[in-house]
């Protein structure tokens, strides 16, 4: 494979080590297989240093600069070294860290979790059109060798933003076209790679984030799903019996399903808040479905939302108190338990929720 970033397949041997010496002897998430990882990546482990360097992203391990820090581990994992716009590649590389790394470019203090980070130096002396590009090239070399779809996700909403900014377009069209040539993703495209021009890049960005949303990445489904309820608040009241509009409502649904019924919380909580309201809610405002609302699947959505709770999930143990209230009235501990979540998971949503 040609291309910036390239791995020599030493990972293979890191992951069988890691396989056998933790994964196989102390599982994924016990406190030793964490410790036992941090020891690996001391080691210099490519395929351990990666799973550190997720622990303190993820903030399972307390870090006064848990962002730089675990940038810093990425970088390692991913065999690289950064001098502002020069990265150099040493070829002992864990795959899955170029998508990580690429990740940062793109939202570094823009957005995600990573709009308010903390600074990281060499991502600083990058201009806009250096990250980008570099991250295109990142996400390609990681597809390469693993086809992971959250790296295929990334690509996407790459080529996505130049294609909707003409200055960033003319600039890196060409950086963006070699990236992509000669790369075979035959095994997630239906057509070859191409975009030369701004239609091309907006078309095969949608090719991406289809690719990454049938591969179940559900942040690709949600985003996915939100430009389908966009598109439905959009249309004008006409259509609202067409044969265009169910579709788009079936879209929205089908994205939201592939996400929700892999526990992601915002998209269980929507489809939740679907069936038991009928409601699509874009950027602009909302339409209500009557004919879909199924009051017990909605109570299941809601639920499925609680079960990896994030601060998403405070909105589904509400709406499960304000739609399913008859649950409540005879078990007070029951609200209580449920109150209390919400308040650790969004003080916001709490103070709504006392008001109800």
């Not at 030793?32 to 020891?39: D, H, K, N, P, Y």
């Not at 996915?224 to 265009?244: P, V």
């Not at 929507?270 to 009928?278: K, M, N, S, V």
């Not at 979540?341 to 929720?353: G, R, T």
Request: proline share 2%.
């Amino acid at each position: 494979m040609s291309g910036r970033f390239q791995c020599d397949g030493s990972f293979k041997e890191d992951f069988k080590a890691y396989t056998e010496q933790i994964l196989e002897k102390y599982g994924v998430s016990s406190q030793t297989a964490q410790r036992e990882i941090m020891c690996m990546a001391d080691e210099g482990n490519v395929v351990a240093k990666k799973l550190y360097a997720d622990m303190i992203f993820y903030r399972k391990l307390l870090r006064k600069s848990p962002d730089r820090d675990a940038f810093e581990l990425y970088l390692q994992a991913a065999g690289i070294t950064a001098d502002g716009g020069s990265w150099r590649c040493s070829g002992v590389s864990y795959p899955l860290a170029f998508w990580a790394v690429g990740y940062y470019l793109v939202n570094y203090r823009r957005e995600s979790t990573l709009k308010n980070c903390e600074k990281i130096d060499c991502i600083e002396q990058m201009s806009l059109k250096e990250r980008l590009s570099t991250a295109l090239a990142l996400a390609v070399a990681c597809i390469g060798y693993v086809d992971a779809a959250g790296a295929v996700n990334l690509a996407g909403r790459i080529l996505q933003e130049i294609s909707e900014d003409g200055e960033l377009f003319a600039a890196l069209s060409p950086v963006f076209a070699e990236a992509v040539a000669g790369h075979d993703f035959s095994g997630i495209l239906s057509e070859p790679a191409v975009c030369d021009t701004v239609d091309s890049c907006a078309k095969l960005a949608e090719a991406f984030f289809q690719a990454a949303a049938k591969k179940g990445y559900v942040y690709a489904c949600n985003n996915l799903a939100a430009r389908e309820a966009d598109r439905i608040i959009a249309m004008d009241d006409q259509t609202i019996d067409s044969a265009e509009m169910k579709a788009a409502v079936e879209s929205y649904v089908n994205y939201l399903k592939l996400s929700a019924d892999k526990y992601e919380p915002y998209a269980a909580n929507r489809l939740g808040l679907f069936y038991a309201t009928g409601e699509v809610k874009g950027t602009t405002g909302k339409r209500i479905f009557k004919e879909y609302i199924d009051f017990p699947l909605g109570k299941q959505y809601f639920t499925k939302a609680t079960m990896y709770p994030d601060a998403n999930s405070a909105w589904a143990f509400y709406n499960l108190i304000r739609y399913y209230h008859r649950d409540y009235d005879s078990d007070l501990a029951l609200l209580n338990e449920h109150m209390d979540y919400i308040k650790e998971l969004n003080p916001k949503v709490y103070d709504l929720a006392m008001e109800m």
